[in-house]
């Protein structure tokens, strides 16, 4: 698995610094997490995964084009902790500015 972080990590080289930031930091904390799982299914589910992800990225550095919306149906089978830490990601992923504005329009609303 060592091998297709550094690859992911590698290729994260050609992604914008901002991308690039929160790319390499989520994917550092999500490896490390998985040295402690032993289901094999599992451990083959996550390295399939990132390396669709890998061919993602590849594809679209091509053209400068990065990300995609979710399927419908990929958002209905998340847990209720992954959809926290979509949101998570997606807060950490605007704009401060953006953030700010979020925070004050729900702190007016109470």
């Known amino acids: 698995m060592q091998s297709l972080l550094r690859t992911i990590l ?39 995964a990132w390396k669709a992800y890998l061919d993602q990225i590849r594809a679209q550095s091509s053209d400068q084009q990065y990300g995609q919306d979710l ?20 807060a950490s992923s605007l704009p401060s500015d953006v953030n700010n504005q979020n925070t004050s329009s729900s702190e007016k609303s109470r």
């Open 10 to 48: 590698r290729e994260h080289r050609k992604l914008p610094l901002e991308l690039r930031r929160l790319g390499n930091a989520y994917i550092v904390k999500e490896f490390r997490a998985m040295q402690k799982v032993t289901d094999i299914q599992q451990i083959e589910q996550f390295q399939n």
């Open 71 to 90: 399927d419908a149906k990929l958002l209905d089978q998340l847990s209720d902790d992954q959809r926290l830490k979509l949101l998570d990601m997606r």
